[in-house]
């Protein structure tokens, strides 16, 4: 082979090279431009005061004359539901520092031998909750836990009062009577906790705040550490009290606000789309149709 054909092919492959990166680029350029231009769009929107348009509505392939209407609609709350998310995410930053803190102040009337005690106590109540199904699970496998200890309290009573009754039936008769009323107590007792128990399911979830004052328990706390411990329960039972109420009053007032939003954006809806959205909300780990972008809830 010739000089002057090396080199040709030389030229030649370097002309490809060329070729194809610069096809290569062109292309990841024109990706680039799409991804901005879309970012640009929403920012535009911004910037504009428009609010954003959420993930669950842009699927609807929507018209340009539905995204302007949606966005007219979801404007009209959009400050008082930004200003109630602000209000509800601090009210709840609250919460967790008032629970951490009220433990820490229980923690502290604590003879420091025992604090391990108290802190296996916290620890194995954690464990059931978080081997749980749920919240509700857990409430209710307490609830069933505690019914049992009692039921197991009241048949050791009953016990002892019919041992009782048996040594001084020869002394007096009147005893077998009481004895027959007490079993008769304890069985329709027994048989409102069994169909208690049957109930353990609930049809709504409750949140529950658990005071760490039950892990103090059986502590040896001086007459002045126990007054200590009453004292901070009370106090932080109080604030929390109040923290939760504002939490649920918020909490309504935002499923309230999305609620009214989510209709009146149906209403720009063809039948269709309507369909496709209804299909989404069956499943609740589905994407809803959400007002409020992820974004703005955190």
């Known amino acids: ?24 680029a062109q ?45 007219k609609a979801m404007q009209q709350d959009n400050e008082k ?11 709840h930053a609250r919460a967790i520092e008032l629970e951490a803190a ?35 699970h857990g409430q209710a496998q307490r609830r069933k836990n ?9 048949k050791d009573r009953a016990t ?39 109930m353990d399911t609930p049809d709504f979830v409750v949140i529950t705040v658990t005071s760490p004052e039950r892990y103090a328990h059986g502590m040896n706390q001086s007459g002045q550490q126990q007054d200590q411990c009453t004292k901070a329960c009370q106090e932080y039972k109080q604030e929390l009290t109040s923290v939760w109420q504002q939490l649920h009053q918020l909490h309504a007032e935002l499923v309230q606000i999305e609620a009214d939003r989510v209709q009146n954006i149906e209403q720009h809806l063809t039948e269709e789309q309507l369909t496709e959205l209804h299909q989404d909300r069956e499943q609740p780990s589905r994407e809803t149709a959400s007002t409020t972008p992820r974004s703005n809830n955190r």
């Open 102 to 136: 009220w433990l820490a102040a229980v923690r502290d009337t604590i003879p420091e031998n025992e604090q391990r005690k108290f802190d296996q106590q916290r620890m194995q109540d954690r464990e059931l909750e978080k081997n749980s199904t749920g919240s509700s």
């Open 146 to 154: 505690r019914r049992a200890d009692q039921q197991e309290e009241g």
């Open 160 to 198: 002892s009062n019919r041992q009782d009754d048996r040594k001084s039936r020869s002394e007096n008769s009147a005893n077998d009577d009481q004895r027959s009323r007490t079993d008769s107590e304890l069985a329709e007792r027994q048989k409102r906790d069994h169909k208690s128990a049957q």
């Open 81 to 91: 539901l930004e200003q109630a998310w602000r209000d509800f995410n601090k009210q």
């Open 1 to 24: 082979m010739t000089r002057t054909h090396i080199t040709r092919t030389i030229t030649t492959a370097v002309c490809c090279l060329l070729v194809t990166s610069m096809a290569v």
């Open 27 to 71: 292309q990841d350029t024109q990706e680039r431009s799409g991804r901005q231009g879309q970012a640009d769009d929403r920012q535009t929107q911004q910037n504009d005061g428009l609010p954003e348009i959420p993930e669950a509505l842009r699927n609807l392939d929507l018209s340009d004359q539905q995204t302007q209407e949606i966005q």
